[in-house]
């Protein structure tokens, strides 16, 4: 099993930037790919952001496509969202989530999910 922590998140206004950070512990070897995900209240959970653990080959949701880069830092086993830009839009819980399959952008696929960072843009 792999255990995730996010950490990162927090209030700032519309144009502002945040840093997510996304820690694993356990069994990361057999990670296929971490996705970072949202859910603002009363709405599905959705897609932002992964990266292959292996290739590093990334992929994005539209709506983020430009403002936000995932990256991951091997030493420290830990994955960022850089996110840039922001809008009010953007306000919601963010979620790291793993893989075993393959670097899914449908979250019902993912394994292993972290308790999830509150950020709020305010406009």
């Known amino acids: 099993q792999v255990q995730l922590l996010e950490s990162g998140g927090g209030s700032v206004q519309a144009g502002g930037s945040l840093r997510l950070s996304c820690v694993a512990s356990g069994r990361t070897f057999s990670m296929t790919a971490v996705g970072w995900f949202r859910q603002a209240p009363g709405k599905e959970r959705e897609f932002v952001a992964l990266i292959n653990w292996s290739t590093r080959s990334t992929r994005y949701a539209d709506a983020v496509q430009g403002r936000f880069t995932i990256s991951r830092d091997n030493a420290k086993n830990t994955v960022y969202l850089q996110m840039y830009s922001l809008e009010p839009e953007d306000t919601a819980v963010y979620y790291c989530?793993?893989?075993?399959?393959?670097?899914?952008?449908?979250?019902?696929?993912?394994?292993?999910w972290g308790q999830g960072t509150q950020v709020t843009v305010s406009s």
């Open positions: 989530a793993s893989s075993y399959g393959g670097p899914w952008i449908d979250h019902r696929r993912y394994d292993s």
